[in-house]
C-alpha cells in the first residue's frame, strides 16, 4: 500500500472555497500559481466562467414537501452520493507534496468521483490502489490524451483497465496548447523532481522534415492530433466508458452521441486553451438539449458555490467538476483541504436545493432559472 499523507489541518479562515484560493495563492510560488490560476491570452474565457454562473437568477419554490431529499445521482452505472466530481489536473504535487494520491483519497472520503490527470506527477496504479478497497468512494476515471505514439496511448489505457479505472475520459479541446501569457511572464517551468510521470517512456516524436512555405503547427503538430475516426479506434481497443471533454457545440454533441460515447464533459479546458470562447454556463444548456435524456452531459468551469452546481443541474448537467478549487484546496491542507472543498459544496448544493423547494437533483429543472443562458 502507498504511504498515507501527512495529515495538515484545514486553516479555521478557510469557511468558502475563495478563501481557499486566497490562501493557496499565499502559499504557492509565483510560478506554480501562474500554471494552476492562469488561462489562455487575455483571460476572457476565464473570467467568463466565473462570472455567467453568478449572472444567472434562481427563482425558488415554496411549502413543497422536502422530506427524505437526497443528492444521489446515477452515472455510468453507478450511484454517487452527490453530483461533484474531481476534474483532471496536471502536476499537482506542484501544490503539495502529495500531490495526486492526497486528492484522491479525499475524493473518496467525500463520496466524490475524481478523473486522474494524464500528466499526473503520481503514477496511475499507485493513485488506483490507494483508494481501491473503499466501498464508500466515487468513481474513479482516467483523463486520455492522444499521444503522437498510438502504441503508447493503446499502453496508457490498457494499464488504466488493469489499475481499476472505470472511465476513459478524452480530452478533446486542447491538440495545441493556448497561449498562456501569464505563465510565460512567469517563465514557468516544471519544477526539478517533478514530472508527467505516466508519459515515461513515451518515444521521441520525429516529424517530417518541414518543406518550404509549410507549417511547424498544421504540417508537422497537427497531423498528430485526433479526429472523430479515432473514436471509432478508441472504442475498440477498450472495455471501458469513454466521455468525451471540451464539446461547446451542439453539433459536436451530436456527432459524439453517434460515435457511441457514453458520456460528454462541456468544458472549454477552463480557459486555458481557446480565449474569447464561450463560458461554459451559456453553452450547457444548447449542448444538453442537442443530445436529450439518453447521453450524460457534465460541466466544469467556474463551479465556486453550491448554488451553481444547483444552476447546472437547470440547465442540463448530470454532475459538474471542479479543477482549480481542488488544487486551491490542496495547496492549503493537502487531502484535508481537498475534503474540505468538496464538503462546502456539497453542503452548499443542499442548502440551495432546500431554499429552491427541491429535494432531489430530479426536481430541478429550467424553471428554477429566471435567466437562462444561450449561445
Not at 306 to 317: E, P, W
Request: glycine share 8%; with cysteine; proline share 7%.
Amino acid at each position: 500500500m502507498p504511504d498515507v499523507p501527512a495529515i495538515t489541518p484545514v486553516p479555521p479562515d478557510a469557511t468558502t472555497l475563495a478563501d481557499h484560493q486566497r490562501i493557496a495563492q499565499e502559499r504557492l510560488d509565483a510560478q506554480a500559481w501562474a500554471y494552476f490560476q492562469g488561462g489562455a491570452a487575455d483571460e476572457h474565457t476565464l473570467a467568463a466562467n466565473l462570472g455567467s454562473w453568478s449572472q444567472i437568477r434562481l427563482r425558488p419554490r415554496v411549502l413543497r414537501d422536502l422530506t427524505h431529499g437526497h443528492t444521489r445521482v446515477n452515472l455510468l452505472g453507478r450511484t454517487l452520493a452527490h453530483p461533484i466530481l474531481l476534474a483532471p489536473v496536471a502536476f499537482q504535487r506542484m501544490a503539495h507534496p502529495d500531490g495526486e494520491l492526497a486528492s484522491a483519497l479525499a475524493a473518496a472520503s467525500q463520496g466524490a468521483g475524481m478523473v486522474l490527470s494524464c500528466q499526473s506527477s503520481m503514477p496511475l496504479e499507485l493513485v488506483a490502489q490507494a483508494i481501491a478497497n473503499d466501498p464508500h468512494r466515487g468513481p474513479l476515471w482516467f483523463q486520455l490524451y492522444f499521444q503522437h505514439d498510438r502504441d503508447f496511448t493503446l499502453e496508457l489505457v490498457r494499464r488504466a483497465q488493469a489499475a481499476g479505472y472505470e472511465a476513459l475520459v478524452l480530452t478533446a479541446d486542447a491538440p495545441v496548447s493556448g497561449a498562456r501569457d501569464r505563465e510565460r511572464r512567469a517563465g514557468f517551468s516544471v519544477p526539478p523532481g517533478i514530472e508527467a510521470v505516466n508519459l515515461q517512456g513515451l518515444p521521441p516524436w520525429q516529424p517530417d522534415p518541414l518543406q518550404a512555405g509549410q507549417s511547424a503547427m498544421f504540417n508537422a503538430l497537427l497531423q498528430q492530433a485526433p479526429t472523430w475516426q479515432d473514436i471509432a479506434w478508441l472504442k475498440q481497443h477498450t472495455r471501458l466508458p469513454l466521455v468525451i471533454k471540451g464539446v461547446l457545440h451542439p453539433d459536436d454533441a451530436r456527432m459524439a452521441r453517434d460515435a457511441g460515447v457514453d458520456a460528454i464533459i462541456v468544458s472549454n479546458h477552463g480557459g486555458r486553451t481557446l480565449d474569447t470562447a464561450v463560458d461554459t454556463a451559456t453553452a450547457l444548456h444548447q449542448v444538453a438539449s442537442a443530445v436529450g435524456h439518453d447521453l450524460p452531459v457534465l460541466v466544469d468551469g467556474g463551479i465556486r458555490r453550491g448554488t451553481d452546481v444547483l444552476k447546472a443541474m437547470a440547465l442540463g448537467a448530470r454532475a459538474v467538476l471542479i479543477g482549480r478549487p481542488q488544487v486551491h484546496g490542496l495547496a492549503t491542507a493537502g487531502a484535508l483541504g481537498v475534503a474540505h472543498v468538496l464538503r462546502l459544496l456539497r453542503d452548499e448544493l443542499e442548502i440551495a436545493m432546500a431554499l429552491s423547494g427541491c429535494a432531489t437533483l430530479d426536481q430541478i429543472d429550467p424553471d428554477l432559472l429566471v435567466h437562462r443562458l444561450n449561445a
